[in-house]
């Protein structure tokens, strides 16, 4: 005789499953409603050391934390992706028997671990400090070097010194670190078509093992318009005898320069310096003598002196 399985209706599965769904759901519930003690792993993440030291030890990058809380505050604090960041500069004491040592007392920033509203109460941090070994680092100061390139739209110019500020900054490090670092660079920046003055904060290159007073310096860069002038300069003789005098013909020689709009009444004659030196013909042959520019301001571009080369005589002095 065969035995036959009584048929079930799919209504029947599906009224079933509800209700098993159902009872799933209020048994979730309940659970969350209960009060549970359990342990989490909570990241940190250390920052703020202090710049005349230097940490020669390991320390955890995550801290083991037992907490009690009901369910619903537990839900989704489990897995916390976020680290606590750590101001070691502001939290950290140093060590009565060991001045080289940081003692760091999590216990003191329990209420950073998580927000009053979560309901989350800390039963225990492991380790409840952070022990830190340094050692003291020398420093020095040193130059800013600075490293970019830049362009100028068409009928611009650099029309002055470019500032940085600070110039120089404090380095600190071991002895053989700055035996062998003589200057902070700047990380490379490429300005092009520029038409304004420029004014901007830049990166210091990092370099392993040193730290820096400043990480970004300041700089401007002056641009502006500008336009051409053409001056007239007299010609200086150096080095000639005092029994000797040089007549050079003409006595006088031309100079024409870029300058910006905004500085171009700040230049004038006196602000250059043209010579002839009587120690290129000094026992030579020579038809004629060149003309040197010894002093012109800073700002200027495409400094040109007509005629470059000068017809000359030579004197008795009176």
């Not at 230097?54 to 320390?59: D, K, L």
């Not at 409840?128 to 068409?154: G, R």
């Not at 990166?203 to 860069?221: E, G, M, P, W």
């Not at 300069?233 to 000639?240: F, M, Y």
Request: net charge positive; hydrophobic share 40%.
């Amino acid at each position: 005789m065969k035995f036959k399985r009584p048929k079930i209706s799919k209504k029947k599965i599906i009224i079933f499953s509800v209700f098993v769904f159902i009872a799933a759901i209020f048994w979730f519930l309940d659970a969350l409603n209960r009060e549970y003690t359990t342990k989490i792993e909570y990241p940190i993440e250390l920052y703020n050391f202090p710049k005349e030291l230097s940490v020669t030890s390991n320390y955890p990058e995550k801290l083991n934390v037992t907490v009690r809380a009901y369910g619903f505050d537990i839900l989704g604090k489990i897995n916390i992706v976020n680290p606590l960041k750590i101001n070691v500069e502001d939290l950290s004491v140093k060590d009565k028997l060991d001045n080289s040592k940081l003692v760091i007392s999590l216990k003191k920033i329990s209420d950073d671990f998580f927000p009053k509203t979560t309901g989350i109460e800390i039963i225990q941090i492991h380790p409840e400090i952070i022990v830190l070994s340094t050692k003291k680092l020398l420093s020095k100061k040193v130059p800013v070097k600075l490293n970019i390139n830049f362009t100028t739209e068409t009928l611009y110019m650099q029309s002055g010194h470019i500032e940085i500020i600070p110039d120089s900054i404090k380095v600190s490090g071991s002895e053989k670190m700055l035996s062998n670092y003589d200057e902070a660079e700047t990380v490379f920046k490429n300005y092009k078509n520029l038409n304004d003055t420029l004014t901007e904060n830049i990166q210091l290159k990092t370099v392993n093992n040193l730290k820096f007073s400043k990480d970004k310096v300041k700089i401007i860069l002056p641009v502006d318009k500008y336009t051409e002038n053409d001056i007239k300069i007299p010609v200086k003789v150096i080095n000639c005898p005092d029994s000797l005098k040089i007549v050079t013909f003409p006595n006088e020689i031309s100079l024409t320069y870029k300058i910006g709009l905004s500085r171009y009444n700040e230049v004038g004659g006196n602000d250059f310096e043209v010579v002839v030196d009587y120690l290129q013909i000094k026992g030579k042959n020579k038809e004629k003598i060149q003309v040197l520019l010894t002093k012109q301001p800073n700002h200027l571009q495409s400094v040109k002196i007509s005629p470059e080369y000068l017809e000359y005589i030579i004197e008795k002095a009176e």
